[in-house]
T-cell receptor, first 116, second 113 residues
Framework: AQSVAQPEDQVNVAEGNPLTVKCTYS??????LFWYVQYPNRGLQFLLK??????LVKGSYGFEAEFNKSQTSFHLKKPSALVSDSALYFC??????????????FGQGTELSVKP | DAMVIQNPRYQVTQFGKPVTLSCSQT?????MYWYQQKSSQAPKLLFH???????NEADTPDNFQSRRPNTSFCFLDIRSPGLGDAAMYLC????????????FGDGTRLSIL
């Protein structure tokens, strides 16, 4: 079965420090991976995706993610966290089952808190 | 800017009183999705349309229905809302033919009295 796991419910970081939000996946075949961010009372905003190619993917707001096939991971990173990065982050993989219309399988979410 | 718009942003209804949530898009995407999200949990897919082809998730209650009269609009109907249906409802769109991200609206927060 295809799945996504975000092992940390919450990540706390001091402003200016690097941040990492972890994600591991389990799919058959090559994965299409996504990161989304959600601010309070807002929808999900797309940050970045991995489809193929370079394992280091750069996205919006200075975020990047590293695809690691051997570890089946797709961790989200940022070199220097901002207080405004505080939000809920979701990792997702596209469901590759037949006739699934591009469905996403989401991780359970990680609450990122950046303190001044 | 092309976008996904959900109306209203906040909706209050009474227990058992039918309610309709709406979603419109200017992206001309052929796939539209409805999700239910409760208190910082992952969004739960209710159903999706690929053009006019309706696809219901196996565990979506019969109480939830949807209509897509044209490419731009999609509606979520809750026939008899219960207290457990209080949640954020998110609409999203995408193209099916390529691995592009889904684009989300800002949601409708539904409260049940």
């Amino acid at each position: 079965a295809q799945s996504v796991a975000q092992p940390e419910d919450q990540v706390n970081v001091a402003e200016g420090n690097p941040l990492t939000v972890k994600c591991t996946y389990s799919v058959s075949g090559n994965p299409y991976l996504f990161w989304y961010v959600q601010y309070p009372n807002r929808g999900l905003q797309f940050l970045l995706k991995y489809i193929t190619g370079d394992n280091l993917v750069k996205g919006s707001y200075g975020f990047e993610a590293e695809f690691n096939k051997s570890q089946t991971s797709f961790h989200l990173k940022k070199p220097s966290a901002l207080v405004s990065d505080s939000a809920l982050y979701f990792c997702a993989v596209r469901d590759m089952s037949a006739n699934q219309g591009g469905k996403l399988i989401f991780g359970q979410g990680t609450e990122l808190s950046v303190k001044p | 800017d092309a976008m996904v718009i959900q109306n209203p942003r906040y909706q209050v209804t009474q227990f058992g009183k039918p309610v309709t949530l709406s979603c419109s898009q200017t992206l001309n995407h052929n796939v539209m999705y409805w999700y239910q999200q409760k208190s910082s949990q992952a969004p739960k897919l209710l159903f999706h349309y690929y053009d006019k082809d309706f696809n219901n998730e196996a565990d979506t209650p019969d109480n939830f229905q949807s209509r897509r009269p044209n490419t731009s609009f999609c509606f979520l109907d809750i026939r008899s809302p219960g207290l457990g249906d209080a949640a954020m409802y998110l609409c999203a769109t995408s193209t099916r033919t390529s691995p592009q991200p889904q684009h989300f609206g800002d949601g409708t927060r539904l409260s049940i009295l």
